[in-house]
Nanobody, 133 residues
Framework: QVQLVESRGGSVEAGGSLRLSCAASDEAFSSNCMAWFRQAPGKQREGVAAIYTADGASYYDDSVKGRFTISRDNAKNILYLQMNNLKPEDSAMYYC??????????????????????????WGQGTQVTVSS
C-alpha cells in the first residue's frame, strides 16, 4: 500500500524556520519524482519544490528559491522540506506528493517546471503551516 505521511506543521513568526518531513512507503519513495505542494484557502494547489529520484536533482518555484530546500533521506524513506526565512504568504496547507503520472513523465523528465504541476498519483494528507507577521 502506498503511503505518504507528513509530519505536523506548525506556526512561526515571519523570518522563522520550519522543517516538514514526509514518511513514504517503498513504492512511493522509489517513484520517478517526489515533491511538495501547498494550497492556501481560495487558491489553487501550487508546486513548491520537486526532487528527481534518479539523480537527486531538485527544482524550486521562484517564490521559495533560496529559502526552501527539498531533500531525501534514502536510508529512512523520508522526504524533507526545510523552510527558512518564512513569510506570511507561505502560510498554507502543505502536501507531499509522489510519482508523476505516466503521461506527464516524459515532459517532466525534460522540463522541471512540469514536475511542479499537481500531476502526481499519490498524495499525503497535508499539514498546516502558519506564518504570522
Amino acid at each position: 500500500q502506498v503511503q505518504l505521511v507528513e509530519s505536523r506543521g506548525g506556526s512561526v513568526e515571519a523570518g522563522g524556520s520550519l522543517r516538514l518531513s514526509c514518511a513514504a512507503s517503498d513504492e512511493a519513495f522509489s517513484s520517478n519524482c517526489m515533491a511538495w505542494f501547498r494550497q492556501a484557502p481560495g487558491k489553487q494547489r501550487e508546486g513548491v519544490a520537486a526532487i528527481y529520484t534518479a539523480d537527486g536533482a531538485s527544482y524550486y518555484d521562484d517564490s521559495v528559491k533560496g529559502r526552501f530546500t527539498i531533500s531525501r533521506d534514502n536510508a529512512k524513506n523520508i522526504l524533507y522540506l526545510q523552510m527558512n526565512n518564512l513569510k506570511p504568504e507561505d502560510s498554507a496547507m502543505y502536501y507531499c506528493a509522489a510519482e508523476i503520472r505516466g503521461g506527464n513523465w516524459p515532459a517532466a523528465a525534460e522540463n522541471p517546471r512540469v514536475a511542479l504541476r499537481p500531476k502526481y498519483n499519490y498524495w499525503g494528507q497535508g499539514t498546516q503551516v502558519t506564518v504570522s507577521s
